[in-house]
């Protein structure tokens, strides 16, 4: 595949797994139906994104961006796991949603025609913001 694929070709699909759903209380068809919003309103941006790209790299970009603000949202959620233990409340919901970005990203990962881009897009934005190994 060349560097310019045709946007046909750039198709992300993602959508929340049936465990993270499974691992919801009963009483939390709130939460799932939130979960199930989220990831499609998430997959409408990014592939309005993807599509107005003129690259895979530019795509891959986007995806990097999506990538980033996943990991933030999941390191949140993973924050709240402690707080809301201490309090005697049930982080149930904050795993949820942590577990849920968590997959998301590696949905992400399962685009053949995206993943190596990311991986170089995660590595230059390593070196443009200065992080040098071994120094």
């Known amino acids: 595949m060349t560097d310019n694929a045709p946007e046909t070709d750039r198709e992300v699909s993602l959508g929340v797994p ?6 919801l209380p009963e009483d939390g068809q709130n939460a799932a139906a939130d979960m199930k919003e989220a990831v499609a309103g998430l997959e409408r941006s990014l592939q309005g994104a993807i599509d ?9 970009g986007y995806a990097v961006d999506a990538i980033e603000h996943l990991e933030d949202r999941m390191e949140t959620y993973d ?5 809301l233990r201490a309090w005697g409340q049930s982080p149930i919901y904050a795993i949820a ?3 849920l970005y968590a997959e998301v990203i590696a949905q992400l990962y ?3 025609w995206l993943a190596d ?4 897009e995660r590595n230059y934005r390593m070196v443009e913001d200065g992080i040098r190994f071994g120094d």
């Open 97 to 99: 949603w942590r577990n």
């Open 79 to 83: 924050g709240f796991v402690p707080e």
């Open 110 to 112: 399962e685009h053949e």
């Open 18 to 23: 049936q465990g993270v759903l499974e691992s």
């Open 117 to 120: 881009h990311i991986d170089r």
């Open 52 to 60: 107005s790209a003129d690259s895979d790299s530019e795509a891959a």
